[in-house]
């Protein structure tokens, strides 16, 4: 059978799979070896385990666990809350101050917890009550935090950054860097539309913030600024070149942990436990989706799938951009389906030749596509951070919440549109603190 045949068979076959409600990793293994026992007979079924076991036999993919336990040490704590009344008092008297406050402390429990649910739910527990109070619109009200949570995956340190390091053998803090300007760039445009909509619905008194003492505004920094300490030690650790992106990852979550059991009297062993076991199962699920994607990526490359399919889009005589848009398609309808981590390791082998080929940069390419799979997050008819939105905001209905995001998503193709008129935004920093990446 034609390569290029046989990749649309197993293109349907994995839909079809995925579609049955199977769990992605193990979707990926009865495919692969589906395919192989075809194709290769029973004995290639010999080389499954010791390809899933040699793809994990990574030392980068200790900082997996290490930034996941980080993120759920912060995430089990006050601290989102408390993260989001300190901007909330200190940004009073910016215009639109409450909503600002609320994209910010997105942000910034994204970089501290690396998990769009865990934003969305922290964050969301306090600004959507409270800004449907100041008469907020619903639809901004719920869309803002929908949106500004899936800036977990691209503001640094990112689990989803790391997997495409790994799956694609790139640095790791190159990627985080690349994701920084981008990921503030995605800020500003939330908070522009956020305040411009209040506007346009008529919500000026929403946008007028209160007064807070000056007692008000430094009571909480305490109970904030050593969480920010730590991501900034993170950070420094890893672009100064102290350490590894492992061996920081395993010191940031020692010191979270340690700062949510100091700060926030965490010493209750249940919760610890509880914060632990969930840490673990995430941990353990992403493991287990990267050693079968391992095995996947096997079987394409075995039947010569990966490389005719890279050979023929290198026939094809179009230019460059067109060729983007319609990796970026793609990518669009992965992401409507499939987690970002699934959507990686698969599409990795089969666009990083073509990427390369056609000139573009791997670093802001996964700043592109990373924003993908954040479109992917609010987009119906999986849109994760949607339900969870509407879990802690049941009186709201999911329409509604839907409708207040969706120019949020017009805020992410803007941003994809501006980084492919200037892919400096992603490649800048990294370069500058880094040096020229060696092609």
Excluded: H
Aim: neutral net charge; proline residues 6%.
């Amino acid at each position: 059978m034609d390569p290029l045949v046989l990749g649309l068979v197993v293109a349907a076959a994995t839909i079809f799979v995925l579609f049955s409600g199977i769990s992605v990793a193990n979707g990926l293994l009865v495919v692969s070896g589906f395919f192989l026992i075809v194709f290769d007979g029973f004995r290639s079924l010999e080389l499954m385990p010791e390809i899933l076991f040699g793809k994990l036999n990574n030392f980068a993919l200790l900082s997996i666990p290490m930034f996941i336990l980080m993120g759920a040490a912060i995430a089990s704590t006050r601290a989102g809350a408390d993260l989001y009344e300190a901007l909330d008092r200190w940004l009073t008297r910016v215009p639109g101050g409450l909503v600002v406050s609320n994209l910010g402390a997105c942000a910034l429990f994204a970089a501290m917890s690396g998990s769009s649910p865990a934003t969305c739910a922290a964050i969301g527990k306090m600004g959507i009550p409270e800004m449907r109070k100041r008469n907020f619109p619903d639809g901004v009200a719920t869309g803002s935090i929908a949106a500004g949570g899936t800036l977990g995956i691209l503001i640094p340190p990112s689990i989803t950054m790391i997997v495409y390091g790994i799956a694609t053998e790139t640095s790791i803090g190159r990627l985080f860097l690349a994701g920084v300007i981008p990921g503030l760039l995605l800020v500003g445009l939330f908070m522009a539309w956020s305040i411009y909509a209040t506007w346009r619905a008529g919500g000026i008194d929403a946008l007028s913030g209160r007064t807070f003492t000056w007692a008000q505004k430094f009571e909480v920094l305490p109970r904030v600024i050593p969480f920010l300490l730590v991501i900034l030690g993170v950070l420094y650790a890893l672009y100064g070149g102290v350490a590894t992106p492992s061996e920081t990852a395993a010191v940031g979550a020692l010191m979270c942990l340690g700062l949510a059991i100091v700060i926030y009297k965490m010493t209750d062993v249940t919760r610890v436990w509880v914060m632990l076991r969930d840490a673990t199962k995430e941990s353990v699920m992403i493991l287990f989706i990267i050693g079968a994607a391992g095995v996947f990526s096997y079987m394409l490359s075995s039947l010569f799938i990966t490389q005719s399919i890279a050979e023929w889009i290198g026939t094809l005589d179009v230019n460059r951009w067109v060729l983007m848009l319609y990796v970026n398609i793609f990518l669009l309808v992965a992401g409507f389906f499939l987690p970002p981590v699934a959507v990686i390791l698969m599409a990795a082998p089969i666009l990083m030749p073509i990427i390369l080929g056609a000139g573009f940069d791997p670093y802001w390419f996964a700043v592109v596509l990373t924003i993908n799979m954040e479109i992917g997050l609010i987009s119906p008819p999986v849109g994760l951070n949607l339900y969870v939105i509407n879990g802690i905001a049941p009186e709201i209905p999911l329409k509604t919440i839907l409708k207040g995001s969706l120019p949020y998503v017009g805020c992410m193709v803007v941003a994809i549109i501006i980084l492919c008129v200037f892919p400096g935004l992603a490649t800048w920093l990294p370069d500058m603190l880094m040096g020229t990446a060696v092609s």
